[in-house]
């Protein structure tokens, strides 16, 4: 059975950095992405970054890019999203997803991270706040 769970949302500062943990377990195949997304309070949910593992291609939104960083520990089937310099627009629950598929192809359309429809399976989501 498939899990994907995410932790490491907290409160912090504007300008400070948090750390986003993302744990799944269950592979069905051998190749897969995790995505990381977020939502605000009243807006739709977004794209955030992701990491496929096969090749550890990464993807970053332009609202990230420079701030966020997306790593990978196969070891323990962990992705992280390290985030700084934070704002306080960055508020919001952030979920990990996994999409898998059997052949590596199945990634090669360089805009597939943003489309929710292609991850199968999706964490509970962690509160990030960044608030003075």
């Known amino acids: 059975q498939v899990h994907v769970v995410e932790s490491g949302g907290d409160l912090v500062q504007p300008g400070g950095s948090l750390r986003l943990s993302c744990r799944a377990s269950g592979f069905r195949y051998a190749y897969y992405a995790i995505g990381w997304f977020r939502q605000a309070p009243g807006k739709e949910r977004e794209a955030v970054s992701c990491i496929r593992n096969f090749d550890g291609r990464t993807y970053y939104a332009d609202s990230v890019k420079g701030r966020f960083t997306i790593s990978s520990d196969s070891a323990s089937n962990t992705v992280y999203l390290q985030m700084d310099t934070l704002k306080p627009e960055d508020t919001a629950i952030y979920y990990c997803?996994?999409?898998?598929?059997?052949?590596?192809?199945?990634?090669?359309?360089?805009?597939?991270?943003?489309?929710?429809?292609?991850?199968?399976?999706w964490g509970q989501g962690t509160q990030v706040t960044v608030s003075s």
């Open positions: 997803a996994l999409a898998e598929h059997p052949a590596p192809e199945n990634f090669d359309d360089p805009r597939f991270w943003i489309r929710q429809f292609e991850y199968h399976y």
